[in-house]
């Protein structure tokens, strides 16, 4: 059985740093995509960074510069740290995965991953 496990939010003054991490346990696959989705109140969830297993990352243009997702195989850990926060990167923060048996490129949206996390609350304030 295939479980992601969020942890690492909390609240941050504007400008702070907070680093996520996903346990992942039961996800065997060697080719796969992972990423990290967000969803603030009244708005869709939306993907902010994604890798795939040989170390490709794309980022949504908000967070490019200040976000770096990373994996730890070793540790079955899926990170997210987080730079520069602003407001507006309030949010629940989920992670996510899927296989990828053919190699494509990782996409953003989330209709694409069938296997997520119950998400971690970050808090962003002046």
């Known amino acids: 059985q295939v479980r992601l496990v969020e942890s690492g939010g909390g609240s941050v003054q504007t400008g702070g740093s907070l680093r996520l991490s996903c346990a992942v346990s039961?996800?065997?696959?060697?080719?796969?995509?992972m990423g990290w989705f967000r969803q603030a109140p009244g708005k869709e969830r939306e993907g902010v960074a994604v890798?795939?297993?040989?170390?490709?990352?794309r980022y949504t243009d908000s967070v490019k510069g200040r976000f770096t997702i990373s994996q730890d195989n070793a540790k079955s850990t899926l990170s997210l740290q987080m730079n520069s926060l602003k407001s507006e990167d309030t949010a629940m923060y989920y992670c996510?995965?899927?296989?990828?048996?053919?190699?494509?490129?990782?996409?953003?949206?989330?209709?694409?991953?069938?296997?997520w996390g119950q998400g971690t609350q970050v808090t962003v304030s002046s």
């Open positions: 890798i795939r297993n040989d170390g490709e990352t």
């Open positions: 996510a995965a899927r296989l990828n048996s053919y190699g494509y490129s990782c996409r953003s949206d989330e209709e694409w991953y069938n296997y």
């Open positions: 039961g996800f065997t696959y060697s080719s796969y995509c």
